[in-house]
């Protein structure tokens, strides 16, 4: 049902700075790891994903880190536009489980 | 671009009215799911589907089911709904395979008086 006056994580940063959230997750049987926006009102959208044989991969203005070591996975933004206001969730899934998500980061970006 | 719909988008409706989500896909992936959000919170799998005639339960306790007859449809149902089944249903498909990445569809808010 539905939980009223819980706040996320908010992340707020000025047009065209640099963005980096960051996911913590507790499975070390995990292997692959997905980043996906949500924009209020839709449903989630893919935006970039690794497999734990990469520690770095990139897309275009997204970078992700994966840290096996500590269990930490990070999205790192480019040039932050208006448009990337959202909440971002990382997703993880070992052998041929099913996705779990994290709680999500709201990203705020000003003018 | 993903090509999953969810119908209703929105839905109001009473207390111990049954409902039907309906989801659609036209990828052709055989793998399906349905989350419940709430508000500002992080996604709970309710169920999902391997393929036809494939139904399982995820994490969350769910007092709704799932039929899978077709690749393409995967329909939720609340027999009799409640205030506490107020949330955001979201449905998402998959090829088949591990690590498959999961398309979402815009979901379905649900009220219920």
């Known amino acids: 049902g539905e939980s009223v006056g819980l706040h996320l994580p908010t992340l707020s940063v000025q047009e065209g700075d640099n963005s980096i959230i960051n996911c913590a997750y507790s499975n070390s049987a995990s292997d692959y790891f997905i980043w996906y926006k949500q924009e209020s009102g839709k449903g989630p959208q893919f935006i970039i994903d690794?497999?734990?044989?990469?520690d770095k991969r990139q897309g275009q203005r997204v970078t992700v880190l994966l840290n096996k070591t500590v269990k930490h996975l990070s999205l790192q933004i480019a040039a932050t536009q208006p448009g990337d206001s959202a909440v971002y969730f990382c997703a993880e899934t070992g052998g041929y489980s099913t996705l779990t998500f994290g709680k999500g980061t709201m990203l705020l970006v000003s003018p | 671009e993903a090509d999953i719909y969810q119908t209703p988008r929105y839905l109001v409706i009473g207390t111990g009215k049954k409902i039907t989500l309906e989801c659609s896909q036209t990828m052709g992936h055989d793998k399906m799911y349905w989350y419940q959000q709430d508000p500002g919170m992080e996604l709970h799998l309710i169920h999902y589907s391997y393929g036809v005639n494939s139904t399982e339960k995820g994490d969350l306790s769910s007092e709704s089911t799932v039929s899978r007859i077709r690749t393409e449809h995967f329909p939720l149902t609340l027999e009799s709904a409640r205030p506490s089944h107020t949330s955001q249903y979201l449905c998402a498909s998959s090829e088949r395979g591990h690590g498959e990445t999961q398309y979402f569809g815009p979901g379905t808010r649900l009220l219920v008086l």
């Open positions: 690794i497999r734990s044989n990469m």
